[in-house]
């Protein structure tokens, strides 16, 4: 098995829309390590943010939840580890109340 440590994905997301950050591709594993949430807003406006785990060929859905509207403040960067292992075609859902988050999610992908 062979491991490539990686960007997995990265997304500064329109507010209130559930993109996807990161789906594991074909033939793939993947292990997270830690998932780095940035506000770039300056005018002192705390955010909103989550996070969600989906199985493959599932639908977000209230269960898949990791992280439920935390908050954030402005200029405020956290570093979350997280440890997640997924399989192929499981995917990293985000979203945040604002359009001024920036989500980064690194770790290794095994092929």
Same mark, same amino acid.
């Given at each position: 098995?062979? @491991?490539?440590?990686?960007i997995a994905g990265q997304a500064?997301?329109?507010a209130n829309t559930d993109p996807t950050l990161y789906t594991v591709g074909s033939g793939k594993q993947f292990v997270g390590s830690s998932l780095v949430i940035c506000n770039r807003n300056t005018a002192g406006v705390a955010s909103k943010y989550r996070v969600?785990?989906?199985p493959s060929g599932g639908t977000l859905a209230n269960a898949n939840y990791l992280i439920y509207d935390n908050f954030i403040d402005s200029?405020?960067?956290k570093t979350r580890t997280i440890g997640i292992s997924l399989a192929v075609g499981d995917f990293v859902v985000v979203r @945040?109340? @604002?359009a001024d988050l920036s989500f980064t999610l690194?770790?290794?992908e095994l092929t």
């Amino acid at each position: 098995m062979t @491991s490539t440590y990686k960007i997995a994905g990265q997304a500064a997301p329109a507010a209130n829309t559930d993109p996807t950050l990161y789906t594991v591709g074909s033939g793939k594993q993947f292990v997270g390590s830690s998932l780095v949430i940035c506000n770039r807003n300056t005018a002192g406006v705390a955010s909103k943010y989550r996070v969600a785990v989906v199985p493959s060929g599932g639908t977000l859905a209230n269960a898949n939840y990791l992280i439920y509207d935390n908050f954030i403040d402005s200029r405020e960067t956290k570093t979350r580890t997280i440890g997640i292992s997924l399989a192929v075609g499981d995917f990293v859902v985000v979203r @945040s109340d @604002s359009a001024d988050l920036s989500f980064t999610l690194f770790g290794a992908e095994l092929t």
